[in-house]
């Protein structure tokens, strides 16, 4: 199966901050890759999909890229709503899905 | 508008076996596939397996496979996963969630409330 490995495992910003999740994959995916937000208590959403394809509903705050093995997403000024969980996806090597150990940001 | 609604909480003894459900509503069920998805507690999130509405075809993750059955009702836009042989580690949150593919497994675009199966003697 392919490995997804998030990093940071946490982070804290402001409000109204730049945040940078990285998602590195053990091999190349092709683009086939999704961000999932998920709250405290809450089914994860859908986010982006594609690398870069904003989900109907999203906030366009939010977005991503990358390519081979390396993706971002990034929350451009990030609001208090965006406390949560954030998770990369991969479904190039289908069908064994994984998901990245996730990303927990918070707000100072 | 789409909606996936699970079965409610369930307790199993080590060994038994739980079967979570998943109603679909607010779009053409045999177009799409559904994926089952757990989170043990404080963890990250496991991919189960996937389903497809039209066809039946699956797909369930090898560390899973032979413990889990995943089935559709199309009569009553229902999807079902079946997990035997229950252990303690089985404890988590299953989600359903809906595939926009129904060809095969890619993303999750809708997602169920959430089914807490609890493991314990």
């Known amino acids: 199966d392919i490995q997804m490995t998030q990093s940071p495992a946490s982070l804290s910003a402001s409000v109204g901050d730049t945040v940078t999740i990285t998602c590195r994959a053990s091999?190349?995916?092709?683009?086939?890759l999704a961000w999932y937000q998920q709250k405290p208590g809450k089914a994860p959403n859908l986010l982006l999909y594609?690398?870069?394809g904003l989900q109907s509903g999203v906030p366009s705050r939010f977005s991503g890229s990358g390519s081979g093995t390396d993706y971002t997403l990034t929350i451009t000024s990030l609001q208090p709503e965006d406390c949560a969980t954030y998770y990369c996806?991969?479904?190039?090597?289908?069908?064994?899905?994984?998901f990245g150990g996730g990303t927990t940001v918070e707000i100072k | 508008q789409v909606q996936l609604v699970q079965s409610g909480a369930e307790v199993r003894k080590p060994g038994a076996s739980v079967k979570v459900s998943c109603q679909a509503s607010?779009?053409?069920?045999?177009?799409?596939?559904i994926h089952w998805v757990r989170q043990a507690p404080g963890q990250g999130l496991e991919w189960m397996g996937w389903?497809?509405?039209?066809?039946?075809?699956?797909n369930y993750a090898q560390r899973i496979q032979g413990r889990v059955t995943m089935t559709t009702d199309t009569s009553t836009n229902t999807a079902y996963m079946d997990l035997r042989g229950l252990k303690s580690d089985d404890t988590a949150v299953y989600f359903c969630?809906?595939?926009?593919?129904?060809?095969?497994?890619?993303?999750?675009?809708?997602w169920g409330q959430g089914t807490l199966v609890t493991v314990s003697s």
């Open positions: 969630a809906r595939d926009p593919s129904r060809l095969g497994p890619t993303i999750f675009d809708y």
């Open positions: 594609a690398v870069s």
């Open positions: 996806q991969q479904y190039y090597d289908t069908p064994a899905l994984t």
């Open positions: 607010g779009y053409a069920f045999t177009n799409y596939g």
């Open positions: 091999q190349a995916i092709s683009n086939s």
């Open positions: 389903i497809s509405a039209y066809n039946g075809n699956t």
